[in-house]
């Protein structure tokens, strides 16, 4: 089973970037991956996917300052994250799934967005 760790999280300024990355301990080629995110008393909630094949789906919050990409031969997802803003901040999560069951979770990692 593939483990997932992520890095990158850190505190921002509104209008700031980050770009964050998830490294796989196996290939990840095969799986849809995605990022999701969680702030304190909320559930977790989905920002992104990009599938096997390289499909992109984004949630509509995040559209247009957001980004995913994955690096197959790096076992490597990324969010690269612009625009960002106060209610963004949250611990962000790496996911890794088949079409139906998910594989792994990565342990997260924080994105403050601050002045």
């Known amino acids: 089973q593939v483990q997932l760790v992520e890095s990158g999280g850190g505190l921002v300024q509104p209008g700031g970037s980050l770009k964050l990355s998830c490294a796989a301990s196996?290939?990840?080629?095969?799986?849809?991956m995605g990022w999701y995110r969680q702030s304190p008393g909320k559930q977790r909630e989905y920002v992104a996917t990009?599938?096997?094949?390289?499909?992109?789906t984004l949630t509509d919050s995040v559209e247009g300052r957001f980004t995913i990409s994955r690096d197959n031969r790096k076992n490597t997802v990324y969010l690269q994250m612009n625009m960002l803003k106060p209610e963004d901040t949250a611990v962000y999560y790496c996911?890794?799934?088949?079409?139906?069951?998910?594989?792994?979770w990565g342990q997260g990692t924080q994105v403050t967005v601050s002045s």
């Open positions: 990009i599938s096997a094949r390289s499909g992109i």
């Open positions: 996911n890794a799934a088949t079409s139906s069951v998910t594989v792994a």
């Open positions: 196996g290939s990840i080629r095969s799986y849809n």
